[in-house]
Structure formats: C-alpha cells, structure tokens
C-alpha cells in the first residue's frame, strides 16, 4: 500500500523537524491541536499570525472508542488575524483496526484528518472591565460518509463538537487565576460532547512560563500542566480521568 509508506515517512520526517527545533502562556490542546485547555476549550486566542506544529501521545481515555488502543497525533495551526484560529489535525490508526493485517500491514498505517476553526466573539474587557472574552469553534465538524452531514452520529466525524466558550483573569494579590466557561454539542452516540465543561489554570507569578490545570469536559475530569520553554517549545502533559496520562509537544512561530 503506497500510501502506509508515504505516511510513516511523512510521519517521521514530521518528529525529525518537531525535535531539531528543541533547544503570553497559552494551552494548546492536545486531542484537537488547537488552543484551549486539556480537552475542553477557552476563549483565549493566541497572538496574531502565530504557527504552531504539533504532536501528540494520547492515551484511549482520552480518545474516543473508535482508538481502543493508544495512538499519536500531530497539527498545523495558525491564529491568522487576532480573532481567528485554523488547525489541521491527523490521528494515527493501527493495521489492526482497519482488518489491514491479514494482508501484511500491522501498526499505524493510516489517519483521520479533519479541520478545526475558533472564532473570537469578543475580547476579554472590550466593552466593560469584568466582560469575559467570548469564543464560537468546532472541530471536525463535517464528514462525506453517508452522503454528508454535519456533526454526525455515525461514520467519520469522530472529534465532532460544536462549542462557545467564555473566559475571565482574575487577579488575586500578585497571582491571577483563569476562569473558563463552555457548553459543547455534538450528536456522536458512542462519544457525546454534550453539556457544560469548566476549568481553572493559575500561572505563578514567580514563573510564569508554568501553567496548572484542571478541567471538566462536560464527561471527564482531568489535571495537568504546560510548560513554555524557550518562548517557543510548548510542553504539555495531563491525566484524564485524574488517571490515565497523555502528552505531547507543539513548536510556535511568531510570524509578525
């Protein structure tokens, strides 16, 4: 199968380029590659014409059950004007999976591809001092099997959801706090985004390139951390269900 060959070696030239580059504190989401919390989202945004390449280990807990298994992402995303984020995300399916290994193939021989787009709604004080920033997205929120349909119940479209997320600092002495608000939809039977989510993330004032993070997605609860090293490497690493981990790394590029 040309194509299994084409994508490991896509795949591994991608980790080649992502582990060269190793030498304002924002999460990019692992599941999704685009910016938010763990797995809920934020309305935050990242600053205007930052690039960001991605990859991902992610547990199947944090998956949804099409992976029985654990699997690997990575992501192209770029903020092109200060309200407006584009990513592009690829989930690594096994052989196995696909009933590819009667015929010879075993591992990740194929992906899931699908778009996300985040659209700021408003910023976070534009038009009072306590307003919260406002923020409309989805992810994958269309698929061509069955003809075509959005958020769909079957099929592909397996990272469905449709969200709006809002989100306020607050500071507290010389510490500020984040406050983060969302409701999600989506119409997967086997993995509903359906309901409110919520998260709190505290960077300390004494090292600010850190970030703590707990969440509700609106089905699990989760904590974790990201870490900016260099201004550049995003670290990012987190345990859904408080148990299972999952981590990954994303580069940023400021464009202007």
């Given amino acids: 199968m040309p194509e299994t060959i084409f994508l490991k070696m896509k795949f591994k030239l991608f ?5 060269a ?41 944090l998956t949804p059950p099409t992976w029985y298994y654990h699997t690997y992402n990575y992501f192209l995303n770029i903020t092109f004007f200060p309200w407006l984020e584009v990513a592009y995300t690829c989930t690594l399916f096994k052989a196995e999976a696909l009933g590819l290994k009667p015929y ?30 406002v ?32 989100t306020k600092h607050l500071p507290i002495g010389r510490e500020e706090i984040g406050l983060h608000l969302s409701y999600l939809y989506n119409q997967r039977k086997e993995y509903k985004l359906n309901g409110v989510a919520a998260g709190i993330t505290y960077n300390p004032s004494f090292h600010p390139q850190l970030r703590l993070i707990a969440e509700y997605d609106s089905k699990d609860f989760a904590c974790g951390f990201t870490y900016l090293l260099f201004n550049h490497l995003h670290i990012q690493a987190e345990m859904q ?14 464009l202007k």
């Fill in 21 to 61: 580059f190793v030498p304002s504190m924002l999460s990019a989401q692992m599941t999704y590659g685009t910016t938010g919390l763990l797995h809920a989202p934020s309305a935050e945004m990242q600053r205007d014409k930052t690039f960001m390449i991605g990859g991902n280990f992610m547990n199947k807990e």
């Fill in 104 to 133: 010879g193939y075993s591992g990740f021989t194929n992906q899931d591809r699908y778009f996300s787009v985040r659209l700021r709604a408003l910023e976070e004080g534009q038009f009072w001092k306590y307003m919260p920033a």
């Fill in 15 to 19: 980790l080649i380029v992502l582990l």
């Fill in 135 to 166: 923020v409309l997205g989805t992810s994958d929120p269309f698929t061509s099997s069955g003809g075509g349909e959005f958020a769909t119940k079957k099929g592909n479209g397996y990272y469905s959801r449709f969200f709006i997320a809002a």
């Fill in 241 to 254: 269900k408080m148990r299972y981990f999952s981590g990954g790394l994303s580069y940023k590029v400021y």
